[in-house]
């Protein structure tokens, strides 16, 4: 018996680096994972190697944009007639872009980084959360929201994905409290800095590399499976006394 036997899993950014890496880990322990994101042929890659892997069937692509509630509700009325319900959601697409400081930071890169990393997650966890409330008899249900390490102590130059990482601790947690008359586990996962597509840039500088390996007490970058597995273990029974937490993954950052 496998942790996720059974089980059906969505996972939003699943075309690379983290929510990839928890594609793959969710389906290896016996899950089928629903891959969403906007870029089709990203997901059909991570689908196809899953597919190759652990046999036909187990891994579904579905496009949207986790900032469109048509999107989402497109998504939800496919969950809803393809599995009648779904055991486990993981928010998880995101990102940062535009670095600036807050005067020069412009309202329309502001108003995108709450859309794509706060209000998605809102949306995503209203239409399928509702999706999973609707169906009780199942047991053992959770929803894992990606913050950051950023929603813990602000990052230089990232005001706008600070504030919406930290928000969405807080959001994780009013849900928890929602959810948890139907057992539908909410907590949030903060990875701290993981080579993935997102980061891959900033890691090309040296200097970036040396002052993170300097201010974590692990001294290294981590890796999408090193925050995978965190998020893996809070989607999973394993994880079933737990809600309403925040997981820091972060390598000792905050230590130093
Ligand atoms: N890597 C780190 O060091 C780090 C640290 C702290 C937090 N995080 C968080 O971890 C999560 C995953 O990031 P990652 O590092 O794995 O970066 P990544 O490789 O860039 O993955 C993010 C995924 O989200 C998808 N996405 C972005 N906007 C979307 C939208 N509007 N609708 C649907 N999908 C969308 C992207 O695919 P498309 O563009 O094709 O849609 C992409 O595959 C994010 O929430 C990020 O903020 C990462």
């Keep these: 018996m496998s942790r996720f036997d059974h089980k059906v899993a969505v996972i939003t950014g699943a075309g690379s680096g983290i929510g990839e890496a928890l594609a793959k880990i969710i ?16 997901l059909e890659n991570v689908a196809n190697a899953i597919r190759e892997e652990v046999g036909e069937g187990r891994a579904i692509v579905h496009r949207a944009d ?14 809803q007639e393809r599995y ?19 005067f020069e930071m412009s309202e329309d890169d502001w108003v995108k980084s709450q859309d794509v990393n706060l209000k998605s997650v809102f949306l995503v966890s209203k239409s399928i959360g509702q999706l999973m409330k609707n169906n ?21 130059h990232i005001p706008h994905y600070s504030a919406a990482k930290a928000a969405v601790m807080n959001f994780s947690r009013a ?19 993981a080579r993935t597509d997102l980061t ?6 040296d200097r970036f590399v040396k002052a993170i390996e300097k201010n974590t007490a692990l001294s290294r970058v981590g890796t999408a499976d090193e925050i995978a597995n965190v998020i893996a273990f809070a989607a999973s029974s394993e994880a079933s006394y737990m809600t ?10 905050l230590l130093t």
């Design 200 to 205: 891959s840039a900033g890691l090309t500088n």
């Design 244 to 253: 309403g937490s925040d997981l820091l993954v972060d390598g000792g950052w």
């Design 84 to 102: 009648g319900s779904v055991d486990v959601l993981v928010n998880n697409a995101g990102g940062s872009s535009n670095k600036t400081n807050i």
């Design 136 to 156: 009780d008899d199942q047991k053992d249900r959770a929803i894992v929201n990606v913050a950051s390490l950023s929603g813990h102590k602000a990052g230089a």
């Design 27 to 42: 389906a290896r322990d016996g899950g089928t994972v629903v891959l969403v994101g906007r870029t089709e042929s990203k």
């Design 66 to 79: 986790v900032t469109k509630s048509e999107d989402i509700e497109a998504l939800t009325s496919v969950l």
């Design 175 to 193: 849900l928890a409290y929602e959810l948890a008359p139907y057992q539908i586990r909410v907590n949030s996962v903060s990875p701290g800095f």
